[in-house]
Nanobody, 126 residues
Framework: QVQLVESGGGSVQAGGSLRLSCAVVSRFIYRRYCMAWFRQAPGKEREGVAGIDSDGSTIYADSVKGRFTISKDNAKNTLYQQMNGVKPEDTAMYYC???????????????????WGQGTQVNVSS
């Protein structure tokens, strides 16, 4: 059982920065896992934005490469996403997700991530 709690969303002007956090609460220690940030804008499908595995290897969607950075602090059991140079098209609800088998990370397949947070809203104004 894994619980994910996102925070850090809000409103920001285009070109600004925001950092999202996702606290991971679990009774067990997992040696192998993957985590990712997804986002979903109104009327659009949920899309993968950035992902990281337990070894620290990362993957990014083309739309955010060079602007977003995913990282994790194992001591704090927290996943982060630093968002720089945000654009209006980054406006969405952002979710963190956890995949114990790392089956979904390479393709950002949401159906393969077993646990999700409640989401945090990011609004970028022009």
């Amino acid at each position: 059982q894994v619980q994910l709690v996102e925070s850090g969303g809000g409103s920001v002007q285009a070109g600004g920065s925001l950092r999202l956090s996702c606290a991971v609460v679990s009774r067990f220690i997992y040696r192998r896992y993957c985590m990712a940030w997804f986002r979903q804008a109104p009327g659009k499908e949920r899309e993968g934005v950035a992902g990281i595995d337990s070894d620290g290897s990362t993957i990014y969607a083309d739309s955010v490469k060079g602007r977003f950075t995913i990282s994790k602090d194992n001591a704090k059991n927290t996943l982060y996403q630093q968002m720089n140079g945000v654009k209006p098209e980054d406006t969405a609800m952002y979710y963190c997700a956890w995949d114990g088998g790392c089956y979904g990370l390479a393709t950002f397949a949401p159906g393969l991530f077993g646990y999700w947070g409640q989401g945090t809203q990011v609004n970028v104004s022009s």
